[in-house]
């Protein structure tokens, strides 16, 4: 059976364990997991996405997770919020109907209700009241809640609670989030609300303004428009896992290298849908304590890593991990999404970095709370006095890089704006424009001074800032 959708890769849950559609339906779990979690820190940033944040965050989470999420679970999380602030108070119009009620209610009458009224009975219009009981048919406004965006948003929680009665029947109680049970459960109430029954069925019309301004409509829209297209994201998973799985387990090695490499700040392009986890470089290194280099290239579904003269590969294919060391043993291993926190320490220790353990060189990361400071902003890290304390210097740096790198399958290059304040290391490249203060200042570049503001912001909270200007 090939995982072509999101039933077929429920329904492998619930065959036995040793069928290899099951250990297929364990790595894409996991692979969706990684993507959606990644998503989510990407999303959760105002600014682009650099490597040295999303290294720290891998080092923070969980090697083994009990209850991962799929592609169901994110758009659960994209919505949540959306849906119970939309089910609280939903968009309205006011529409016309044409009602029979009495005359003394009367305040409105259009064409249809004449044409009634000339049907019926007697010569003048008041014998033709008479005749109708005192009532006559006429225009009466209500407010109403069939509207586009509301039909699409009942034709969504139809569908979710659909996707997740699918997943809870294959799953066990304890593999699901309590929040997407609770998601279901608010989900169906909605749809069971009698007052929404005038609501007609979503047509698959264009969306409307609503959908596409209103800030909890169009989470709806977005994430309506990724449901229809959960079976072609499983399908494409299922067909490149190995590639998908080598991305990931590239950037696990990266972290574990990090307690032993100082990797240079770059941009780090992230993409849910298209799966892209691409470093922004043409290739990538790092350097240890004493400044010796080591090399790691990813590609396709294999990565080469080298340092002293040693070289290890890895490579996935199908639901094995190959790892070959600097003696040339080759070791073979079942692939298992929990092993691969494990995997990658054993690679980066036969490179035999091991005792070249690299202390973290930027700080807390914590700001300055004071109620006035002093600073001199005209150095990379500087150094400040708040309140009646004495001298120090600033956990982290103000530094920012402004990288251009031509992604794959695109033709322009796109920019890329790096906050380099908690970096281990930089690079500085043709295609890489590194600015501080003094250069932004020395240069007149408001929009750099205004990035740099920002950061001085995450570093600095203080009711009042003076900041020294140097001589001319």
Request: hydrophobic share 40%; charged share 30%.
């Amino acid at each position: 059976m090939a995982i072509d959708s999101y039933e077929k890769f429920c329904k492998a849950f619930t065959i036995d364990q040793s069928e290899p559609e099951f250990q297929q339906a364990k790595l894409l779990l996991f692979l969706q997991d990684w993507m959606a979690t990644a998503a989510g820190w990407a999303d959760a940033e105002s600014g682009d996405y650099g490597l040295d944040m999303f290294l720290d965050q891998i080092a923070d989470r969980p090697a083994a997770i009990a209850q991962r999420k799929d592609v169901v679970s994110r758009l659960i999380d994209g919505t949540d919020m959306a849906v119970r602030r939309i089910a609280e108070n939903m968009r309205s119009t006011i529409i016309q109907e044409n009602v029979l009620q009495p005359v003394y209610k009367v305040h409105e009458i259009n064409s249809y209700g004449l044409n009634w009224l000339s049907r019926r009975p007697g010569r003048t219009a008041k014998e033709k009241i008479a005749n109708s009981n005192g009532s006559m048919m006429a225009v009466k406004r209500r407010q109403s809640v069939d509207t586009g965006e509301n039909r699409l948003f009942l034709a969504f929680l139809r569908e979710m609670v659909d996707l997740v009665d699918m997943k809870a029947s294959s799953h066990s109680a304890d593999r699901i989030r309590s929040e997407e049970m609770e998601f279901a459960s608010k989900a169906f109430r909605i749809l069971k609300d009698p007052n929404l029954s005038e609501v007609r069925r979503w047509e698959n019309l264009p969306p409307n303004n609503t959908l596409l301004s209103d800030q909890n409509y169009s989470k709806i829209w977005r994430n309506w428009n990724e449901l229809k297209e959960i079976d072609e994201i499983i399908a494409e998973d299922a067909e490149s896992l190995d590639r998908r799985l080598a991305a990931i387990f590239f950037m696990l090695l990266l972290s574990q290298g990090k307690k032993y490499f100082a990797f240079p700040q770059i941009p780090l392009a992230l993409d849910y849908r298209s799966r892209r986890l691409q470093l922004c470089a043409p290739y990538f290194y790092g350097v240890d304590a004493s400044g010796e280099t080591v090399e790691a290239n990813l590609r396709n579904s294999s990565m080469v890593l080298k340092y002293h003269g040693r070289e290890v590969v890895v490579a996935f294919k199908d639901d094995k991990f190959a790892l070959a060391g600097p003696d040339n043993d080759i070791r073979m291993f079942p692939v298992e999404p929990d092993s691969f926190v494990k995997y990658a320490k054993m690679a980066i220790g036969k490179l035999g970095c091991s005792r070249t353990l690299m202390g973290r060189q930027n700080g807390s990361g914590e700001p300055v709370k004071c109620g006035k400071i002093v600073v001199d902003l005209f150095q990379i890290r500087p150094r400040y006095a708040a309140d009646e304390g004495g001298l120090q210097e600033l956990d982290g740096r103000i530094l920012f890089q402004r990288h251009l790198y031509t992604l794959e399958d695109e033709d322009e290059p796109t920019v890329f704006l790096l906050p380099c304040n908690q970096a281990c290391a930089i690079e500085i490249a043709d295609n890489i424009e590194t600015y501080s203060v003094v250069s932004a200042v020395e240069d007149a570049q408001l929009g750099q001074l205004a990035d740099l503001s920002r950061l001085i912001g995450k570093h600095i909270r203080s009711r009042r800032l003076t900041f020294l200007f140097p001589d001319a």
